[in-house]
């Protein structure tokens, strides 16, 4: 019986894990929305020219374009934010008709962090990529 219990307080646990992790990258999620929603009104308001997108193949097969237009948040391209304020990773595994024809990439929940979890110094928050985009751009009060 004293299995059965410990079993069960054990799973309680993990659900409850979860749950807390669940709820931390939910508000992530939300915090990074709200800042590209407040970077979008600005970058329209400043006149920060948008570009098309491209999505890069996995190993550096290709590029494919997408209808979306946007900024490029990382040097790199491997991520960005398309001008109604959603944000994209910008690679994917590309096949021949992928590269003629382009893609339709679909918006993801943007992180905080970009690049988390990569190589050391391939990570750059997004407060910081956003700023790199349009110095300034943030009212001082903002934090």
């Known amino acids: 019986m004293r299995d059965e219990e410990w079993s069960r307080q054990r799973a309680e646990a993990v ?6 992790l669940q709820a ?6 939300t915090r990074a929305e709200a800042l590209l929603r407040e ?7 400043s006149e920060l020219p948008a570009e098309p997108l491209q999505v890069q193949g996995y190993g550096g097969r290709g590029t494919a374009r997408t ?3 946007g900024w490029y948040l ?6 960005g ?5 959603d944000f994209y990773v910008l690679t994917a595994p590309l096949g021949l ?5 382009g893609v339709r990439p679909e918006p993801r929940r943007p992180p905080l962090l970009l690049g988390a979890g990569g190589k050391d110094g391939d990570s750059i928050s997004l407060a910081d990529a956003l ?6 751009w943030r009212a001082p009060s903002a934090g």
């Open 74 to 79: 990382r040097v790199d391209r491997t991520s």
């Open 81 to 85: 934010i398309s001008t109604d304020g």
């Open 15 to 20: 659900r409850l894990q979860g749950e807390r």
């Open 67 to 69: 209808p979306l237009r």
């Open 24 to 29: 931390r990258q939910d508000a992530e999620h």
């Open 97 to 101: 008709l992928d590269r003629v024809r």
């Open 39 to 45: 970077f979008v009104a600005v970058a329209r308001d």
């Open 131 to 136: 700023e790199r985009l349009l110095p300034g």
